[in-house]
Every structure is written in structure tokens, then in C-alpha cells.
């Protein structure tokens, strides 16, 4: 998909050399997805506390149901 983007050259520069990466598209790329991956991660923290849990539940047991 051909887009055209108005990005700080500074931080683009910046990004590019502390990831080592040759292009823009690369860099741009390789920061979405570690965006993506942090805000994933953010909701998974989310969650915390807020999924109950069985205290008979043996995991062991299940374990060798097999």
C-alpha cells in the first residue's frame, strides 16, 4: 500500500541508527510492530486481578491426564 507520510526526520534518523536499519521502510515497519506488541502487552496487564482462579484445582493432576 503506497502512502505518503510527514515524518520528523530527526526521530526516523534516530530510529534507523539505534535499530541498525538501512531503509525508512524498514525502520517504520519495525515500529509499528513493536507498538503494537507493547500496547498487546499493556492489556494484557489489564487484566491483572481481575481474572479469577479455582484454589482446589490441581494442576498436577491434569497434568498426567493423558
Known amino acids: ?5 510527514a515524518l520528523d526526520d530527526r526521530l526516523l ?3 534507523m541508527k539505534i535499530g ?3 531503509t525508512k521502510r ?5 515500529a ?3 507498538f503494537i506488541e507493547r500496547r ?5 496487564l489489564d487484566l491483572q486481578g481481575k ?3 479455582r484454589e482446589d484445582w490441581n494442576y498436577k493432576k491434569e497434568r498426567s491426564r493423558t
Open 32 to 34: 509499528l510492530k513493536e
Open 13 to 15: 534518523e534516530k530510529a
Open 26 to 30: 524498514e525502520t517504520v515497519n519495525e
Open 1 to 5: 500500500m503506497a502512502t505518503n507520510l
Open 40 to 44: 498487546e502487552q499493556k492489556n494484557i
Open 20 to 22: 541498525r536499519m538501512r
Open 51 to 53: 481474572i479469577g482462579f
